[in-house]
Each structure stands twice: as C-alpha cells, then as structure tokens.
C-alpha cells in the first residue's frame, strides 16, 4: 500500500539521520545543484566565470519560480476539490 512505502521511507530518513549529520548531504545536494545550473547554461565551458554564474543565477531563480507555481496550482487544485 502506498501508504506503509512511505512510513517505510520515513522510517529510514529518520534512522539515517540519528546516525550521522545530514549537514553535509545537504551541502553536496547543494553544490550539486549548483553544478547542474551551470552545465545547463554553459555545457561547453565556453563563457567568462562571471558571465556562467550570473546565467547560471538566472536558471536557478527560473527554476525555483517554476516550483513555486505548480505548488501554486496544486494548492489551487486542492481547494477546489475540497
């Protein structure tokens, strides 16, 4: 049941987390992420450092205004359906 998958994830999100600190995950995720922006906007490595970083903050803003309208919308979706 979809229901006991997730209580099973969080079960084990919980467990990993009481035995090691999640601060360094998180900042991998982080640089991660910051990667991936960077590849998308220069994948030839062809721009200035400057020039990659400012597009780059540009794709991570459209990216972030992106997931803050479909949550937008869910949460429209939900109302209404209520």
């Given at each position: ?7 099973a ?12 600190d ?12 910051e990667?991936k922006?960077r ?38 979706s939900r109302?209404?359906?209520?």
């Amino acid at each position: 049941m979809p229901g006991d998958r997730s209580a099973a994830g969080k079960i084990g999100a919980y467990t990993r987390w009481s035995r090691e600190d999640p601060t360094e995950n998180a900042a991998r995720a982080r640089r991660g992420l910051e990667q991936k922006f960077r590849r998308e906007v220069d994948p030839n490595n062809e721009l200035s450092e400057v020039e990659r970083e400012r597009r780059a903050s540009c794709a991570r803003h459209a990216y972030y205004q992106r997931l803050a309208l479909a949550s937008a919308k869910a949460r429209r979706s939900r109302r209404g359906a209520a």
